[in-house]
């Protein structure tokens, strides 16, 4: 291998490394980056076996780290998933880390739904506004309507 080559790898290294130190990325979030970037798709290859034989990246890693801090945002269920298959995760993944996750969806949508608006409406547009409110932060119908039910 010749220098510049050499110098090739340890420029794509050092581009995922950065982008790594910022924040947990998805193994194919982070090809995605470094692609955008016109770095050789070998060396992308290359690089992200190299971070995932040092545990640099790793998706079940990602995927616990975003539920956590997507909980603590106030985000459903839904929209979890939506986000996670954007960012390169398979679906059976993610069902299986969102039915291990310890929320308990009910309760959340309750408390953004008082924190935001009081108590729930109980008729017209503001039943309605609130509702959208809910499903815009992800949660399902079933989440939603029980809050109004009461």
């Known amino acids: 291998m010749d220098e510049q080559e050499q110098q090739l790898r340890e420029r794509v290294r050092n581009s995922a490394l950065a982008s790594l130190t910022r924040r947990e990325h998805s193994r194919t979030e982070l090809g995605r980056k470094l692609a955008s970037k016109q770095h050789p798709p070998e060396l992308i290859d290359e690089?992200?076996?190299?971070?995932e034989e040092l545990g640099y990246v790793d998706d079940e890693r990602f995927v616990q780290v975003f539920i956590r801090a997507s909980l603590g945002s106030g985000k459903g269920p839904v929209r979890i998933s939506h986000e996670l298959r954007q960012k390169g995760i398979a679906s059976g993944h993610i069902e299986s880390a969102l039915a291990q996750a310890d929320a308990?969806?009910?309760?959340?949508?309750?408390?953004?739904?008082?924190?935001?608006?009081?108590?729930?409406?109980?008729?017209?547009?503001?039943?309605?506004?609130q509702i959208r409110y809910l499903q815009y932060r992800?949660?399902?119908?079933?989440?939603?309507?029980c809050l109004f039910d009461r």
């Open 47 to 51: 690089t992200l076996h190299w971070l």
């Open 104 to 129: 308990d969806w009910f309760e959340l949508a309750r408390e953004l739904l008082l924190k935001k608006y009081g108590e729930p409406a109980r008729e017209g547009k503001e039943k309605a506004k």
């Open 138 to 145: 992800g949660f399902q119908p079933d989440h939603i309507f």
